[in-house]
């Protein structure tokens, strides 16, 4: 069954991409976030998925759920940075600084739907303009436009983002994508490919050191997550894949890539210590990026030239056992 049917959450249209493995739930007028990623085989939810009593939570803090798309990700000293010359402030909304962006509840508009022989597709937009307070904390206008690609056991995410604004800017995006561990963390494993680990002060903001990994080289091959407390900032080194994998102990689990140009940074985050979540966070650029003496090779913050498309891709494949 590839299709797409609809659906509501609190009175809020829903879209639903089916195949014969997965049910993607999607939910375009809060935030274009995928709130329930089903397992059709497993009978199993994979994500976080927000119940219809979390309606106030979720308005306050959509990225608690499910696959929130960060723009830009991570905290901002202050809230404040500069680039070229001009001075940006962003809301304080974590003590005294900013943390995961402008992109929260804004309503994206569906632009199309396909179905074919082989999987469906949703494809979303939403243009900053549209949001006063956005463009009040960053008054260049962006046109963000998603694809959602459901094939068999994969989805992939596609997001364009074109500048429509005047002058050069500094852009970032991160997913803050919530694993189910069921409750039995010691269960499950992830392996993620890095290089070493960003040194965080005691309020969670970068040095700009790179420190090497210590334990954590186990992520290298496969780290238990029994036991773990996890809110970490992870390198990939220049030969290694943009990809985690998080395994349960028969053999079931997901393939968790992205394009590895542009993302260069993951954290891992257990909420305390590991129990029923992971979220595995691919990032473009590092959290206070802008403020970091280093260039942009270390940051990882691209820079958007007036009329400039940034294609970026992701891709969420299950795995199943004896495959």
């Known amino acids: 069954m590839k299709q797409v049917t609809k659906g509501q959450w609190n009175g809020y249209d829903t879209y639903i991409l089916h195949s014969r493995e997965l049910e993607v739930t999607l939910l375009p007028r809060l935030g274009n976030n995928v709130i329930s990623l089903w397992d059709r085989k497993e009978e199993r939810q994979i994500l976080r998925q927000p119940d219809e009593s979390d309606l106030a939570f979720y308005i306050q803090k959509p990225y608690h759920f499910g696959i929130p798309l ?5 905290r901002i000293r ?3 940075f500069a680039f070229d010359g001009i001075s940006y402030q962003f809301d304080r909304n974590s003590g005294d600084h900013h943390i995961h962006g402008l992109h929260r509840t804004q ?3 569906v632009s199309d739907i396909e179905e074919d022989e082989e999987g469906c597709t949703v494809t979303t937009e939403f243009t900053t303009t549209d949001d006063a307070e956005w463009i009040r904390q960053f008054p260049e206008p962006l046109k963000l436009e998603m694809t959602f690609r459901l094939q068999g056991p994969e989805l992939v995410q596609t997001l ?4 429509l604004g005047r002058r050069r800017i ?3 995006i991160g997913y803050h994508t919530w694993f189910m561990l069921d409750g039995a963390p010691e269960r499950w494993s992830v392996t993620l490919p890095v290089q070493g680990v960003y040194e965080l002060n005691n309020e969670l903001l970068p040095s700009g050191q790179l420190l090497p990994l210590g334990e954590l ?3 290298n091959s496969h780290m238990n997550l029994q036991g773990t407390n996890l809110d970490t900032a992870l390198r990939i080194g220049d030969q290694q894949p943009a990809e985690a994998f998080l395994m349960r102990d028969d053999g079931y689990g997901l393939r968790y890539s992205v394009d590895k140009d542009v993302f260069r940074h993951w954290v891992l985050y257990t909420k305390g210590e590991a129990d029923q979540f ?8 590092l959290p206070d990026a802008p403020n970091l003496q280093q260039d942009a090779s270390f940051t990882g913050i691209v820079t958007l030239e007036p009329g400039q498309t940034l294609v970026l891709g992701s891709s ?3 795995i199943y056992p004896g495959q």
């Open 170 to 172: 500094p852009f970032g």
């Open 217 to 219: 080289d186990a992520l």
């Open 107 to 109: 309503a994206w508009c």
């Open 160 to 163: 364009k983002v074109t500048h």
């Open 278 to 285: 992971l979220c595995i966070e691919p990032l473009t650029w």
């Open 70 to 74: 960060l723009v830009p990700p991570g």
């Open 316 to 318: 969420l494949q299950m």
């Open 78 to 80: 202050n809230g404040q």
